[in-house]
C-alpha cells in the first residue's frame, strides 16, 4: 500500500511595503504611524540641496529620534543634478554629490536609493539620448552598490523606453525602476497600462502622487486627477510587489492620514481590494 502523499507546493506571496516621507521637524509622528501601521521610512529631505553639505548632521538627528530598521528607501539628490553631461566639471560636481548619497544609503541599510534621471524631453537630438544613456552607464559601472538597489524614477519622460534601455544595458538587478504616479501625470503620454507594461517587470518601486495635470502638486490622493482605479488595475497585473510611496509632501498637515483613508476606502494597492460597491 502507497501511504505517500502528494504535497502541493505552497505559493508564498511577497507584499509590497508601504513608506511615508517624514520631516525631521515632525519626524516623532512619522515613526509612530509607521510603527503603528507597520510602514516604512522614505528620507527625501537629504535630496535638497540645502541638506547636501550637511548630510552627516541629519544622519545624526535622524537616527536619535528614530529607531533603527524603519528607512526603506533614501532619495538621492536631483536639482541641478547631471552625471551624464558632456561638460566636465558638471559632470563631476554631479557625481560627487550623488556617490555620497549612495555611501548614506550603504551605511544606514536603505534597500532602495531613488535617483531621477534628469532626461530633458524637449532636447530632440540622437545625440543628446546617446550622451545621457552613455553617462549614467559610466557612471553606474563604477559604483560599489553594496545591499543598495538603485532605482531610477521619472520626472519629465514621456514614455519608458530610455529609462528602459539603461536598465536593461546595465544588466544588473542593483538597477531598477521607480515609477512616480504623480510625474507620470503632467508628463507622461502613455498609459498606464503601456507604461507598465514595458517596464513593470523592472519596477521595484512606485510613488503615489496626485496632481490636476497641469504641474507637480501634492494634494492629498483623491483630490487630483489621476485615475487611481486604472493605477490599481495595472499595479496589481503588472508589478503587484512593487513598494509603494504615499507622497504628499513633508509639510502635509492631514493630507497624509486623508490618503491612506482614500486608498484604504477605495480598496486600492497595495491595500486589500474592495469588495462590493464601486470603487
Given at each position: 500500500m502507497d501511504n505517500s502523499r502528494k504535497v502541493t507546493p505552497v505559493r508564498i506571496e511577497v507584499l509590497a511595503r508601504i513608506t511615508i516621507q517624514p520631516g525631521l521637524h515632525d519626524l516623532g509622528r512619522y515613526v509612530k504611524t509607521a510603527q503603528s501601521e507597520d510602514f516604512l521610512l522614505e528620507l527625501m529631505e537629504p535630496a535638497y540641496p540645502k541638506c547636501l553639505d550637511e548630510l552627516k548632521e541629519y544622519f545624526s538627528h535622524y537616527s536619535a529620534s528614530a529607531p533603527e530598521g524603519l528607512v526603506r528607501a533614501l532619495h538621492g539628490p536631483y536639482i541641478d543634478i547631471t552625471v551624464h553631461t558632456a561638460d566636465r566639471?558638471?559632470?563631476?560636481?554631479?557625481?560627487?554629490?550623488?556617490?555620497?548619497?549612495?555611501?548614506?544609503?550603504?551605511?544606514?541599510?536603505?534597500?532602495?536609493?531613488?535617483l531621477h534621471i534628469n532626461h530633458l524631453p524637449m532636447i530632440n537630438e540622437a545625440g543628446y539620448d546617446r550622451?545621457?544613456?552613455?553617462?549614467?552607464?559610466?557612471?553606474?559601472?563604477?559604483?560599489?552598490?553594496?545591499?543598495?538597489?538603485?532605482?531610477?524614477?521619472?520626472?519629465?519622460?514621456?514614455?519608458?523606453?530610455?529609462?528602459?534601455?539603461?536598465?536593461?544595458?546595465?544588466?544588473?538587478?542593483?538597477?531598477?525602476?521607480?515609477?512616480?504616479?504623480?510625474?507620470?501625470?503632467?508628463?507622461?503620454?502613455?498609459?498606464?497600462?503601456?507604461?507598465?507594461?514595458?517596464?513593470?517587470?523592472?519596477?521595484?518601486?512606485?510613488?503615489?502622487?496626485?496632481?490636476?495635470?497641469?504641474?507637480?502638486?501634492?494634494?492629498?490622493?483623491?483630490?487630483?486627477?489621476?485615475?487611481?482605479?486604472?493605477?490599481?488595475?495595472?499595479?496589481?497585473?503588472?508589478?503587484?510587489?512593487?513598494?509603494?510611496?504615499?507622497?504628499?509632501?513633508?509639510d502635509n498637515g492631514d493630507r497624509l492620514g486623508a490618503s491612506l483613508a482614500f486608498l484604504r476606502d477605495c480598496g486600492l494597492h497595495p491595500f486589500p481590494a474592495a469588495t462590493g460597491g464601486e470603487r
Open positions: 566639471e558638471i559632470r563631476e560636481a554631479s557625481r560627487r554629490r550623488v556617490e555620497r548619497s549612495l555611501a548614506w544609503a550603504r551605511h544606514i541599510g536603505a534597500p532602495y536609493l531613488i550622451q545621457w544613456l552613455s553617462g549614467w552607464l559610466d557612471f553606474l559601472g563604477r559604483q560599489g552598490f553594496g545591499d543598495v538597489t538603485v532605482v531610477m524614477e521619472n520626472m519629465w519622460d514621456r514614455t519608458p523606453d530610455l529609462m528602459l534601455r539603461l536598465v536593461e544595458e546595465f544588466g544588473s538587478p542593483r538597477l531598477r525602476l521607480c515609477l512616480d504616479v504623480a510625474h507620470w501625470n503632467v508628463s507622461g503620454k502613455v498609459s498606464p497600462d503601456q507604461w507598465l507594461s514595458a517596464a513593470g517587470r523592472y519596477t521595484a518601486y512606485v510613488q503615489y502622487g496626485d496632481n490636476h495635470g497641469d504641474h507637480d502638486a501634492d494634494p492629498a490622493l483623491g483630490r487630483g486627477t489621476v485615475d487611481f482605479a486604472e493605477v490599481d488595475r495595472v499595479l496589481r497585473a503588472e508589478t503587484p510587489t512593487a513598494d509603494v510611496m504615499i507622497g504628499v509632501g513633508i
